[in-house]
């Protein structure tokens, strides 16, 4: 879907300035994006398998819930958009926790695709099992929860299992230690 988005500054203000996400892709702007990782009480992370279809980083596993901000969205309704449209679950601004925001480069395709965003990531309690969980197969070919140890080791050796995107590993354990820190405050 090519819809518009927010040109934003290199502190992830808007500009005043929208384009077509395509348009944003091609020339490299800067844009934003929300990344919701669902947890549960007894240390488990929901992981998003990417569809096959997606033309980037096709099938391999990822952040719960992820998508841009449309043009005037606030943070906060693209995330609870993000999370109906992806896997079906309805949640309330309320259940989001912001931990902070990462800084997201990369190319694809030889350039054809340029990708500058700002990842604002949010926590959130699954609170319903994965079974009612209704997944998109236009952006999510499966769903899975992961101990935060699987989930540590399994950022650790990205590199290796093909199983994350090798170079967000940091990111990762940034976010396995936030939800770590959620269950268990010292």
């Not at 800067?30 to 279809?53: A, C, E, M, P």
């Not at 994965?130 to 929860?145: F, G, S, Y």
């Not at 995107?165 to 354990?173: A, K, L, P, R």
């Amino acid at each position: 879907m090519d819809e518009y988005l927010d040109i934003v500054d290199e502190k992830c203000r808007p500009t005043g300035e929208t384009a077509l996400k395509s348009e944003i892709h091609k020339n490299g702007w800067l844009h934003n994006t929300v990344h919701v990782w669902f947890y549960t009480l007894d240390g488990h992370i929901l992981l998003q398998q990417r569809s096959h279809k997606k033309s980037i980083c096709p099938l391999l596993w990822d952040v719960s819930v992820a998508g841009h901000v449309d043009a005037g969205e606030t943070l906060e309704a693209a995330a609870v958009r993000e999370t109906k449209e992806e896997i079906g679950l309805e949640i309330h601004p309320n259940d989001l926790r912001r931990i902070g925001t990462y800084y997201h480069e990369a190319s694809y395709f030889n350039g054809a695709i340029q990708d500058n965003e700002f990842h604002h990531i949010f926590i959130s309690k699954l609170e319903v099992p994965l079974k009612n969980l209704l997944p998109d197969p236009t952006e999510v070919e499966a769903l899975k929860l992961v101990s935060l140890e699987t989930f540590g080791d399994l950022a650790l050796n990205s590199g290796k299992n093909m199983h994350f995107v090798s170079t967000n590993e940091g990111y990762y354990h940034f976010v396995n230690h936030e939800i770590y820190s959620e269950l268990f405050p010292e």
